[in-house]
């Protein structure tokens, strides 16, 4: 779990998804106070590893996206997270407002990451 302390000198900057990490577990989802984080995953069965093993299955993420509009910025999310897919970025945040816009999928998620601030 990572820290909840927003990125400083930068307003509370944004939130970031680090796809790969997630496992679609909904903990982040369930600890939101305001019901903001939309996810949407199915499971796959992975075929046994070895011989007389059992297949397993995994769940594979189909959608993650936070709606920007009802956002506090708490980053309760952030600490949640047991794999650390969720980072404070320095990007800048979304305008106010509630505007459907305001809805960010993964793809732009993951663009929030500190890797791609600046670009
Ligand atoms: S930072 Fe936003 S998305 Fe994360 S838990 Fe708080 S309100 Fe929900
Ligand atoms: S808590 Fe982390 S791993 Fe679990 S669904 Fe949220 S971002 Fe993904």
New binding site residues.
């Given amino acids: 779990m990572t820290s909840s302390t927003a990125p400083q000198g930068a307003g509370h900057g944004v939130i970031a998804?680090?796809?790969e990490?997630?496992?679609?577990?909904?903990?982040?989802?369930r600890?939101c106070p305001d019901w903001c984080?939309h996810?949407d995953?199915h499971q796959e069965v992975e075929p046994a590893a070895a011989t007389g093993g059992r297949p397993r299955t995994r769940n594979v993420?189909d959608r993650?996206a936070i709606d920007w509009a009802l956002c506090m910025y708490c980053g309760i999310?952030v600490d949640?997270?047991?794999?650390?897919?969720?980072v404070w970025s320095p990007g800048r945040a979304p305008a106010e407002g509630r505007a459907p816009g305001l809805v960010h999928e993964q793809q732009r998620l993951a663009g929030n990451s500190p890797e791609h601030a600046g670009r």
């Fill in positions: 998804l680090l796809p990490r997630c496992t679609s577990c909904m903990v982040c989802a600890e984080i996810i995953a993420l993650f999310c949640v997270c047991p794999y650390d897919a969720l």
